[in-house]
Nanobody, 120 residues
């Protein structure tokens, strides 16, 4: 039974920063590639960032240089540091295992997400 609890979102002005936290259970983050995803109003859920079991990271082009994904294996927790935020980053942010095809992730695995709102 996989469960993710996201936190750390909020309202921030453009150019500001937030650090999101994902507490995972039922899955060991050090043994899996973990991902961050987001969903803006009217849009599909999209991939944002991932970190592999080896520590390799990857990002969607729109956040490269601004976002950093990391993990704390002892806490079984994944983080997303978001800097230089833009209004287009506004979305609900989710964590989960990484899959190239998001639809392969079971609906029941998704948490509530955490709302990030960036004002101009």
């Amino acid at each position: 039974q996989v469960q993710f609890v996201e936190s750390g979102g909020g309202l921030v002005q453009a150019g500001g920063s937030l650090r999101l936290t994902c507490a995972a259970s039922g899955i060991t983050v050090s043994l899996n590639t973990m991902g961050w995803y987001r969903q803006a109003p009217g849009n599909q859920r999209e991939f944002v960032a991932r970190i592999s079991n080896s520590g390799s990271t990857a990002y969607v082009d729109s956040v490269k240089g601004r976002f950093t994904v990391s993990r704390d294996n002892a806490k079984n927790t994944v983080y997303l540091q978001m800097n230089s935020l833009k209004p287009e980053d506004t979305a609900v942010y989710y964590c989960n295992a990484f899959r190239l095809q998001i639809g392969l992730l079971p609906d029941s695995d998704w948490g509530q997400g955490t709302q990030v709102t960036v004002s101009s």
